[in-house]
Each structure stands twice: as C-alpha cells, then as structure tokens.
DNA sequence: TCGACATTGTGTAACGCTACACAGATACGA
DNA sequence: TCGTATCTGTGTAGCGTTACACAATGTCGA
C-alpha cells in the first residue's frame, strides 16, 4: 500500500480512505491512486491486516465435528450449513469450515481460526474442540447439543419428538426396534437390546434414544428387549446392512425407529419390519412414504448464523411435527 | 499476550515461543505462562495477526458461484466440496466459503476474505468474481472454466464426454432432446430448439452441449430440430416441469441426453421419452438404470485444493467414463 | 478583510504477533 | 582458569492496515 502511495504521490491514509471511504477523497486523487493500484498490481488492503486492525474478521466458524469428511456425505449437515450459508451471503460474512481431521490432533488448533464466532454441529459432551471454541471467549452457538454454559443452543425437543414417532411407529408392533447414530466418538457400529441412552455421548441421540424408550414404555415394552442397531454413518447402504445383522438376531422385529430417513430407508430395503419411521422428512421419505419427523436444518442452521452474528434467535423447540405416511399404515 | 507476559512476569517473547516452539522454552516458565493464560482467559494468539505477521491464512477459499444458495442444493457442488474439505482437513487449511449473495455487490469485496488461494466452482466466462479473484495474484484454481491465464483448470473433456453419451442415448431415437443447465447468468428456464452453444456464457454447459451437437451431426439429425430445454437449478422437481414444457412442444421427442442425473430422473418421471442419459453416476443413476457419465467431482475437488496449495495436478481430461444402463437399452 | 466552515490531505500510533540477533547463564573439556 | 558450546530469556523492528486529530487550502457571508 505504502508503494502504491509513494508512486501515485499521495499519503497512505489517501491510498486507504480511497478503499474505504472513496466520497472522503476528491475524485482526482481517487483516480490517480486506482490508476496507480492497478499499474502495480495492487488489490485493495490486505485482508488480514484489517481484520487485525478492525478486531473482527466478518467470518464465522463452521466445527463440522470429528469427521469432517463425513459431514459433506450426511445430507442433514449439508441442509444445515445451506441454512447458515444462506445467513453468511445474506450479510456479506465468510463462512469457514474448520479444519478438523481425525480429532487427534490438538484441538487448540481450532482457535488458530481466524473468526468471530463459532458454531458448532451436534457432538459429544466432552468434545475437546468445543472447549477449545469456548476458551475463545467469541461466542458459540451449538446445534443439538450438548448444552453448555456461555453458549448459545440451537435445536428441537429430540426427546419429546422421538416419543411422539415412537408412539406412531410402535403402536401395533409386537416387537419393536431401533435404528442409531453413533453412540460415541469411536463411531462403532452393533446391535443390542435395550441400549441405556444415558451411556450415549451424544445429546441428541441421546434424546432421541430415551424419547424412543418413552414410547416403548407407554406401550408396556420391555427396553430391554428392544434391539438397537447402531450406524457408524448417516447413509441407507450401512444402514441396510446393520438392519441386516438386527434381523438375524432378533426375526420377530415388526416396526424400526430410525433416526434419520437414510437409516429408515435403509431398513425398508432390508425387507424386514412392516412399520418403519424416519426423521428429517426428507425428499427420500416424501418418495418412499416414510412415517417422518419433520424439522427443517435449514432453518436451524440459518437460526444458528444469525445467533453467532448477536441476534436474538426464536426458541426451536418444538419446530417439528410427526407426519405420517404409509410407513406406519398411513 | 503483553498482559500475559507481564502478569507471568516474562516477556512477551517468551509467551510466543510457549505457543509456537514450546521446547524453546523452559518448563517453568511454560507452565508458569500457560496457567497465567487460563487465569487470564487468554486463548493463545491471535490469528489475524499472526496471518499478517506470516503472510499466510493457511485458509482456502471456495467461490461457489453467484448464488451460494444453490450450491449447497446441488449435489454435485456438494460432493467437489466434500473433496475440497478432505484435502484441507489434511492438511489443516480452513476451508471459506466466501460470501457471493445476489451477484449484484461490488465483486471487489471477494477479495477482502483471508485466503492464500482461490478454487472457484464452474462459472461462467465473464464472472467479475472470477475477475476479482484473478487482480489478487494469489493462486487461483477454476473448477470445470473458464479457462484463463494464469490460473489452473481442473476438469473433464466436457465435449468429448457428452459426444461419446450423446452417441449412446441418441443411438436409435428418431427425436433425440437434451436437458440443460442455465445458459447464463441470468438463469432463465426455456424450451427451444437448436440452441446454439456458442452463445452460452457457462463454459461446461457450453462443452456439454457441443457435444451433444457432435453427436447430433454424427448420426445425420439436424441440430436446429433437437429440443433443448434449460432448467435454472440442479432438481429433479424443476426438470420433471420443463420436460413437460419440451413434450408438449415436441410430443415425438424419444430420446433425452441431460447434463446431470438429477435432471435426467425428471425426465424419467415425466414419462416421455423411452431412452435417458444422466451425468455424474450418482447414486440415483445406479437406483434408477440411468446411463450416465461417470466422473469424480469429490477427486476433482480434491485436486482443485491440492493445485491451490501448489501441488502439481493429474490431468483430468480423460477421467469419465459412459456407464451404459437400462435407460438406454442396458 | 476577517472569522466560520467545509473539503481534502497528512502524520502518528496502535492493532497482536513473531523472526532475528543478541545477552546472560551454565556446563564442560582442556 | 579459560574458551567454546548449549540453553534460555529479551529487545527491536516490522508485517499492512486504519482511527483520530490535525493542518492546509478554499468558500462564503458579514
């Protein structure tokens, strides 16, 4: 910048105040000084400076969880980040993808980020990346959970939803069964009965976990009797395979939970249980006449934007609703 | 830092060197630095100014066209992202969105994001974010064109692809149809015949369409006869709609090579036309029996971000492939 | 002719950090 | 006892920018 200064003659705070603040300098200046810019290939101030100087970066930070990878292949998290992308254009902020590998390493690297707020898709309680975003002191929204002091939470009432499907998909069932996400950070995959949600390190499987034992429980079922399959993934071609091995342990299963509508299609192609439930209402579950929980990530991601950017955000809580469909006998 | 220091009673030098080189320091002083930080609430050094300070952000940034908000609609920007993000989450590079809203805000501002280097996603030759991103003289990386001086092109033989499907699709049709992508910036749906790829400002569905052309010319049918109907996003719901439009114009029509499975599952649901080909060999092609061709974008957003860090880049002009199915007679 | 006011340009200082060169201390073999 | 090597801590300078206060000019009405 100094240089373009010195060759267009002028003083820095000139160079500057023709980027920043072109009515405050008189045309001729502003003139000489883009002309100049443009000979020595000069583009505008550097953007690391200013956001040294400004003390603010007009980004946001996306911590996508342990598996970064997985992330892109898991349709809910794209509509999510949609959601907060949306939010990000909308008022000119950057919108960064934190990079997070296979959690071994330092998790302090994530505040190496350069942003001003961080938000945060569903993890575990003691993830160490969520500690390092809260030492930060710059604001954090979680999605989903855990819930934790200083931080913003974005997300439905898991608990009370999965009971409300669980109720729908179990009610003529025999025996009924459940479909998982991981239940820890390892991100093993199996089949038991009577999975105890209070063993599961994620808050909204969790949630969503005890919400299906609540409904089996309002049916007079024996938790410990109803096997639970556990995908490492959100994708049908696993879930069809653990739905596989649930069948060979448990043939009498008659109705499948699933917690997501991949992992209730999934169950569908395995060919087994008659009623099957998903959640998101997906196109996938418009299509196959999934029994659904509807909420939309989109908005929620969108939620989570504005409530990094300081805005008050609307309780979600109860932004769902059980739609059903022929999956549970219409 | 500086309160840091002095409140450790060491100086800000040897803050710095319990951050960055921490074997340079002696362990008292470490510790002593370390639990005066946590009292402190300081969370490590700051990254804008240790960006400025190193002249890298150790950040990539990702253009995603003019409206952001279909990227993350379409799958196939999905899946390259996925690929983007692989390669940074390997290498610890921050992955940023950078903000593109309606297109109508001065593209300057692309450049005030914090990035050592640009992928741009597909876009059309006259992009004035392309152009900005270019004026930065940091490495810019174009996915699919246009091409440009200066920067990398990672991206299939678009032509020759489309040449090589059209033959297959077209083989046995007496009315052969395509399905398109927009045509330019302004993203208007239509149906017309013999539209002429030169004057298409997006370089892919340029190729694409000469291709089909190609194919056209080869088996004697006359270009200015075919039907093309251009829908403005990636969706199977929009391409079912214009496919009817191109029906009810061209009733005879029997054959339709479409530029993405998604729009070729629209035509399949519009139920016309008795031979189909896709692009991309999703998993919706696999479902449905669609003749597609099969490309990688999760490889190609691999190399884009692999070419942005300065490796040297596979040429990826031959990496398709027409996988033949049932939607064109097996 | 003068002061009040708007317009335009400039210098200083600071944002928070780290490369580099150097200084003091300790160890060790000769 | 001395020189040399190693370890640890510090000061300076500068990365590229902009907020702020001020100076230099021009404009205008009284």
Not at 47 to 53: F, H, V, Y
Request: proline content about 6%; hydrophobic content about 40%.
């Amino acid at each position: 910048m100094s240089d373009v200064a010195r060759a267009a003659g002028v003083s820095p705070m000139t160079v500057s105040y023709t980027y920043n603040r072109p009515e405050r300098v008189s045309a001729d200046s502003r003139d000489k000084v883009l002309r100049t810019a443009a000979e020595l290939g000069y583009a505008g101030p550097d953007p690391s400076a200013r956001s040294l100087r400004y003390g603010a970066t007009r980004t946001l930070g996306v911590v996508l969880g342990e598996h970064l990878t997985y992330a892109f292949d898991d349709p809910q998290a794209v509509r999510f980040l949609a959601g907060v992308a949306e939010v990000c254009a909308e008022r000119g902020y950057g919108l960064l993808i934190v990079p997070t590998g296979t959690g071994d390493e330092d998790p302090e690297r994530v505040v190496s980020a350069a942003v001003d707020a961080y938000i945060v898709w569903t993890t575990t309680d003691d993830d160490p990346v969520l500690a390092a975003a809260c030492s930060t002191r710059r604001p954090v929204v979680v999605h989903g959970g855990p819930e934790r002091e200083g931080t913003t939470l974005v997300g439905i009432d898991n608990r009370g939803a999965a009971r409300a499907v669980g109720a729908e998909v179990f009610a003529t069932a025999r025996r009924p069964a459940v479909l998982s996400f991981p239940v820890d950070r390892r991100r093993d995959t199996f089949v038991r009965p009577g999975v105890d949600p209070d063993t599961v390190a994620y808050p909204v499987t969790r949630d969503r976990l005890a919400g299906y034992r609540d409904a089996a429980l309002d049916l007079g079922v024996d938790w410990s009797e109803v096997p639970v399959g556990v995908c490492r993934t959100n994708d049908a071609a696993e879930a069809r395979a653990v739905m596989g091995r649930l069948l060979a342990a448990a043939p009498d299963v008659d109705a499948v939970a699933a917690m997501s509508d991949q992992l209730a299609l999934g169950a569908l192609r395995a060919g087994g249980p008659v009623r099957v439930s998903g959640w998101d209402d997906a196109d996938v579950a418009r299509e196959h006449g999934l029994t659904s929980v509807a909420q939309s990530l989109r908005e929620q991601g969108a939620a989570c934007a504005a409530a990094a950017l300081g805005d008050p955000v609307a309780d979600h809580r109860d932004a769902w609703r059980v739609v059903r469909r022929a999956s549970t006998g219409g």
